[in-house]
């Protein structure tokens, strides 16, 4: 499965490193907007598609030597099973940044991908991105990962930049939950910082949360370094330290004792971090797994307790060791 784009090119990072290239974006939201950016300050040619411009998503994405999904999670099934029916050129990559899980099905934005376009390299984009730094030109990393290497090279050549460094991994899967489980944590790390618990408080949050999301990521495969890197603990700190994550401030919303259809209301945007948690506790039931952090962010969500029971829910758990199977 061999793409017409040169993987290796010399190493230059200025933004004329590579020929211009035809690049499809579908969703003009926050994130979709701000790749576009990248993308256009690299001298590429930019289409963006979103539900709402009646452009032909068909039209858009038939020429286009790469395609990059920037859509929330409803809209990843409905899309891709509309791209199956469609023809691209042979072989091009398709990028996926969605950081979300299925409701139906359970499944990753890349596994959904993976099974309308099976002819196509699926590559996973994931990292410490916060959208609105990124539109205002502040150097930010990512990481894009495909089980095909060649696949992962190209769309690193494509993206990177002087302000967007882009790291190459063979674990899409690992990439991918890394991003979509921190979202959960984000929201734990929002009701830590909105009933003022303090940084001991935050730091046993975070790193308690780390081992429970290398926890269930390895055991639905993904690869432990992984989570260590910046798709996984890069962005959760990001994600958990910042007032711009949506995330972040739905639970920093709950801790000030808003309801959680006031706090989405007053966002306005996707945070995906909600319908995540609800999905996670249904994957951990079904794994029978033990996420206590998680656990108590869907307690929350669900109304079942106020942010204070969840703290001392947490912090009155069994005593055991920190580390019960060798997390890694
Ligand atoms: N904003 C950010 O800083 C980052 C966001 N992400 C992820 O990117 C994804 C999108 O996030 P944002 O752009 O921030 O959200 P947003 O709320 O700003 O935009 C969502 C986009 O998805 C589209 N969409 C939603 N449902 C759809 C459907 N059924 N059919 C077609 N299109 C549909 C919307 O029209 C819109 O273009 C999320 O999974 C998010 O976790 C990832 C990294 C950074
Ligand atoms: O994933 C993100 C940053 O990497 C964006 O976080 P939020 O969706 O919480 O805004």
């Known amino acids: 499965m061999q793409s017409n784009l040169n993987p290796n090119p010399q190493n230059n990072l200025d933004s004329t490193a590579n020929s211009p290239q035809k690049i499809a974006i579908l969703g003009s939201g926050a994130w979709g907007s701000a790749l576009a950016g990248l993308a256009r300050y690299n001298g590429h040619q930019v289409q963006v598609w979103s539900r709402s411009n009646h452009s032909s998503l068909e039209e858009i994405i038939a020429d286009a030597d790469l395609v990059l999904s920037a859509v929330s999670m409803p809209g990843v099934c409905p899309i891709a099973t509309q791209i199956k029916e469609t023809k691209l050129k042979d072989n091009i990559p398709i990028v996926t940044a969605t950081k979300g899980l299925d409701t139906e099905t359970t ?6 991908w993976s099974n309308c376009c099976s002819d196509h390299p699926i590559v996973v984009l994931s990292g410490p991105n916060l959208s609105k730094e990124i539109e205002q030109g502040l150097p930010a990393t990512t990481v894009v990962a495909c089980q095909d290497m060649n696949a992962a090279k190209i769309v690193q050549q494509l993206l990177s ?40 408080a935050k730091s046993g949050l975070l790193t308690r949360a780390l081992t429970e999301i290398i926890k269930i990521g390895t055991h639905l495969g993904g690869q432990a370094e992984t989570f260590f890197g910046l798709s996984g603990l890069g962005d959760m700190l990001a994600t958990c ?10 639970g920093y919303g709950l801790a000030q ?17 909600v ?20 656990w108590q962010v869907y307690q929350l969500l669900n109304n079942k ?14 005593l ?7 997390i890694i």
């Open 161 to 200: 930049s002087k302000r967007f460094r882009v790291y190459t991994s063979p674990d899409p899967l690992g990439t991918e939950l890394g991003g979509t489980l921190k979202n959960v944590i984000a929201i734990a790390a929002g009701v830590c910082d909105g009933l003022h618990l303090g940084t001991n």
């Open 107 to 112: 499944y990753t934005p890349s596994k959904i």
């Open 257 to 273: 004792g808003k309801n959680l259809q006031q706090v989405l209301s007053e966002l306005g945007s996707t945070a995906e971090g």
């Open 275 to 294: 319908n995540t948690t609800n999905v996670l506790i249904e994957i951990a039931r079904r794994e029978q797994m033990t996420v206590p952090i998680s």
């Open 305 to 318: 307790i106020t942010p204070q029971e969840a703290v001392e829910a947490l912090m009155e758990r069994d």
């Open 241 to 250: 330290n910042s007032p711009l994550s949506r995330n972040y401030r739905v």
């Open 320 to 326: 055991k060791p920190e580390f019960l199977e060798g």
